[in-house]
Nanobody, 128 residues
């Protein structure tokens, strides 16, 4: 069993930055694809970004490409989401997720059902 705990959310003005962290328990973290999803009020949970097990491949939703950066530190069993140039439409609860099955592709990385473990989420609010 893997536990994921997000932190780093908060209130920021448009154009500002935040860095989210997701700390994972368990010794198999380094074999998991890790991802960030978000859910705004009244909307479905959507894919934001993902990173493969060794950090060599990253994937982004078009809406955040060029503004957000996902990274991981396998020694610290932590994944990060650096968010720059934030917009009011980025306001959402951000969730960390882990996929224990290898073989993630660009076509499947955004599929919620692939992910076996989820954190409780952290609120990000961007004011205009």
């Amino acid at each position: 069993q893997v536990q994921l705990v997000e932190s780093g959310g908060g209130l920021v003005q448009a154009g500002g930055s935040l860095r989210l962290s997701c700390a994972a328990s368990g010794r198999t973290f380094s074999s998991y694809t890790m991802a960030w999803f978000r859910q705004a009020p009244g909307k479905e949970r959507e894919f934001v970004a993902a990173i493969n097990a060794n950090g060599g491949s990253t994937y982004y939703a078009d809406s955040v490409k060029g503004r957000f950066t996902i990274s991981r530190d396998n020694a610290k069993t932590t994944v990060y989401l650096q968010m720059n140039s934030l917009k009011p439409e980025d306001t959402a609860v951000y969730y960390c997720a882990a996929d224990r099955v290898p073989g993630t592709t660009r076509q499947t990385v955004g599929v919620r059902l692939r992910y076996d473990y989820w954190g409780q989420g952290t609120q990000v609010t961007v004011s205009s």
